[in-house]
């Protein structure tokens, strides 16, 4: 499956963000999906992610509150809405897809866990 990220850019602290991530090639209802991001010398690390049919979520503590995870499987993407943004978000934000057969639960939060990877799109908080 091919991903494409997009929404990224530049916002004030406390503002609001929509990533999608546009899934082609396979079924995008067979995957679970995830986003991740990785700030200015650090490791990626987990976002959110979400199942297959939409109806299970996980968020990192840190975005608890302030991110929501979404897909849309009739429009095979998969939406991040980012609110109450801080400069610590500043980050190339990462979609990824895991082919899964379990229709609810379905939840992976590890990296090495997906199998497909978009490109990534900055998103930078200023304060």
């Known amino acids: 499956v091919q991903l494409q990220a997009s929404g990224g850019g530049s916002v004030q602290a406390g503002g609001s963000l929509r990533l999608s991530c546009a899934a082609s090639?396979?079924?995008?209802?067979?995957?679970?999906m995830g986003w991740f991001r990785q700030a200015p010398g650090k490791e990626r690390e987990f976002v959110a992610a979400i199942n297959r049919s939409g109806g299970t979520t996980a968020g990192a503590d840190s975005v608890k509150g302030r991110f929501i995870i979404s897909r849309d499987n009739n429009k095979n993407t998969v939406y991040l809405q980012m609110n109450s943004l801080k400069p610590e978000d500043t980050a190339v934000y990462y979609c990824?897809?895991?082919?899964?057969?379990?229709?609810?639960?379905?939840?992976?939060?590890?990296?090495?866990?997906?199998?497909?990877w978009g490109q990534g799109t900055l998103v930078t908080v200023s304060s």
């Open positions: 090639g396979r079924t995008f209802s067979d995957y679970a």
């Open positions: 990824a897809a895991r082919k899964s057969s379990l229709l609810y639960g379905g939840i992976w939060i590890k990296e090495d866990e997906y199998q497909y």
